[in-house]
Structures are given as C-alpha cells and as structure tokens.
C-alpha cells in the first residue's frame, strides 16, 4: 500500500502551458525528491529536499522547480511546458533512519 | 560526480533458474548499494540494499553481493517465479539511505519464461 501520492497520473498539455505535479507523503519522512524517468526507463534526479523550505538541485538539468512549505506536500512546477518535457516524473520520500525510498506511482506528461 | 554502470540491459532466464545482473560505480566514496524493482505501470520499489562494511546480505531468494575493491556489486535471484519479471535497477550514494540522491544504472529487463 504506497503512502506517496502522485497526481494526476496522466497529463497531455499544450505547449506553454504552465503545470503543477503534486506529490504527498503521509509517512512523515524528511527528504523527498523528485526523478525523471525516459522512456528507455533511465531515472534522473532532478530536485531532492532534506526538510521544510530546503530545496536542492539534482544530476539533471531541469526547467521546472519545487518547493518545500509541509512536510508532506513537494509539488514540481513547469512555467512553461514544451515537448521535451514529455516524460514519467516520479515522486520519492525517505525518512531519517534513512531506510531506502519510498516512491509514487508516477505522473506521465505528455507535451503537444 | 558518481557514474553507475548496469549490465546486462535485457536477461531472459527460465523459470526455476538464476538470475544475476551486475553493477559498477565509479566514486570511491560511495557506502550504500540498494536494488529497486520496478513493474508496468508502477514507481520502484526497494527489494534489498547493502552498506559498503558488508560483503554479502541474502534475504529469501534475493542476495546483493559487494567488492568495494573492484567497485562491482551484482544481484542474484535464485529459483526464479513468473512475478519476478519487471526492470531491476541498481543505485549507489555516499550516504546510508541516499539522503543525498541516488544514482539509479539503467535498469535490467528481467523476463522470466514458463
């Protein structure tokens, strides 16, 4: 039973649309993160938290950002979507004791 | 930064038999080694890991095995089921736990047939 939610699980957007990907966690972990994941399955990471308005950058370049306002809310922004974004965004949390991830089930974009 | 290194992409092995798929990482400083399983349609899921003070960790028909001399780690599943087909995934960080970040391999195609 996952306790990380991703919403929606699937998004067709038009080009310059601005989108929100919402992730929750209901576990109370500190740390989240963000990855991409492209369709030959490869995951980048591309945001991680440690904590409450604490947001970093990951490996991978990205135009989108986070924010970190509740512990359990880390929502992924893209001003302005084009079609590269086009690709399955998976949400992840952890927790202190630091005993691996959790993951999402993953919002699949679709820029047109 | 860390480089990980996954092999083979695609392995397709007979049900009841073993499946072993191995990984390199490049940074030397890297301590924790976890496996990921991932099924269509759904996030990762974490099967198994190892900190680098270990050489071997077995749980049930899964194992991880470490040289942290030659920076190679490799997962063994051993009589193998139908349920076990999905994408395996291998990840290093410095930090038990990968508060820092994993570094995910490319993933490996497990297919197992009847």
């Known amino acids: 039973e996952a306790d990380i939610y991703q919403t929606p699980r699937y998004l067709v957007i038009g080009t310059g649309k601005k989108i929100t990907l919402e992730c929750s966690q209901t576990?109370?972990?500190?740390?989240m993160y963000w990855y991409q994941q492209d369709p030959g399955m490869e995951l980048h990471l591309i945001h991680y938290?440690?904590?409450?308005?604490?947001?970093e950058k990951g490996d991978l370049s990205s135009e989108s950002t986070v924010s970190r306002i509740r512990t359990e809310h880390f929502p992924l922004t893209l001003e302005s979507a084009r079609p590269s974004h086009t690709s399955q965004y998976l949400c992840?949390?952890?927790?202190?004791?630091?005993?691996?991830?959790?993951f999402g089930s993953g919002t699949r974009l679709t820029v047109v | 930064g860390e480089n990980v290194e996954q092999h083979p992409s695609t392995l397709s092995v007979q049900e009841g038999d073993s499946a072993v798929i191995k990984c390199t990482y490049s940074?030397?400083?890297?301590?924790?080694f976890p496996w990921y399983k991932q099924e269509l349609g759904k996030g990762p899921q974490l099967i198994i890991d190892?900190?680098?003070?270990?050489g071997e960790k077995k749980d049930q028909r899964i194992a991880v095995t470490l040289n942290k001399t030659a920076k190679h780690f490799s997962l063994h599943i051993t009589e193998t089921q139908p349920e076990d087909s999905a994408v395996y995934f291998c990840?290093?960080?410095?930090?038990?736990?990968?508060?820092?970040?994993?570094?995910f391999g490319k993933g490996t195609h497990l297919i197992i047939q009847p």
């Open positions: 940074d030397s400083a890297s301590n924790y």
């Open positions: 992840a949390s952890s927790d202190m004791q630091n005993y691996g991830y959790t």
């Open positions: 938290s440690y904590g409450v308005n604490s947001t």
């Open positions: 190892i900190r680098s003070n270990v």
């Open positions: 576990m109370g972990h500190d740390k």
């Open positions: 990840a290093a960080s410095r930090i038990w736990g990968g508060a820092d970040g994993l570094t």
